[in-house]
C-alpha cells in the first residue's frame, strides 16, 4: 500500500519577492466572472501551482482566473486554475491561505497557454535558490505566514 502512495507535488516551489495575484471567479455561460480580489501577496509559486493569502476563503473546486504580476515586468501572467485546498492564517493580517493549482499547459479550450510554462521555468531559474525554496516546515498547510 506505502508504494502506491507518491508525493503529489512534483515541482519545485518557490518565492518571488514583491509578487501579487489578482483573481476572479469563473461563472456559467454568459456570466461574467465575478472579481475576489486584487493585489494578494503570493506566498509560493511553482509549475503546477500557487499559494496566496487572501482575507475570505474560495472553495474548493472553485474554478478562477488569475493575474499574477512580477516585479519588473510589465505584463501580469495570466491563467487559470482550480482551488485545492485552503486554511487558515490565524492572527496574522490575511485571514487565509488559498492553495490553486494550475488547469494543464495546451492549445484547447480552458488550457494555459504553453508560453505561460515557459515563463514560469524562467521565474523558477532565476528566483529558485536556498533562500527561496520552499520546505515542509515553512509555511504550507496549517502553518501561518505574515505579512
Not at 516585479?71 to 492553495?99: C, E
Not at 536556498?130 to 498547510?141: L, N
Request: hydrophobic residues 30%; contains cysteine.
Amino acid at each position: 500500500m506505502s508504494e502506491q502512495i507518491l508525493e503529489r507535488r512534483t515541482c519545485a516551489q518557490f518565492r518571488i519577492p514583491g509578487a501579487t495575484v489578482a483573481y476572479k471567479k469563473m461563472k456559467g455561460l454568459f456570466k461574467k466572472p465575478s472579481y475576489g480580489g486584487e493585489f494578494l501577496p503570493v506566498l509560493d509559486i511553482s509549475r503546477g501551482g500557487i499559494r496566496f493569502l487572501s482575507q475570505g476563503i474560495i472553495e474548493n473546486d472553485t474554478r478562477i482566473y488569475l493575474k499574477i504580476q512580477v516585479p519588473g515586468d510589465n505584463f501580469p501572467l495570466a491563467m487559470t486554475g482550480t482551488v485545492r485546498w485552503y486554511s487558515p492564517n490565524p492572527g496574522m493580517s490575511y485571514k487565509y491561505q488559498i492553495g490553486v493549482q494550475f488547469h494543464p499547459y495546451g492549445e484547447k479550450k480552458d488550457m494555459n497557454y504553453p508560453g505561460n510554462l515557459v515563463k514560469i521555468i524562467s521565474y523558477e531559474q532565476k528566483f529558485l535558490d536556498e533562500t527561496t525554496v520552499i520546505k515542509d516546515e515553512t509555511g504550507g498547510r496549517g502553518g501561518t505566514f505574515e505579512i
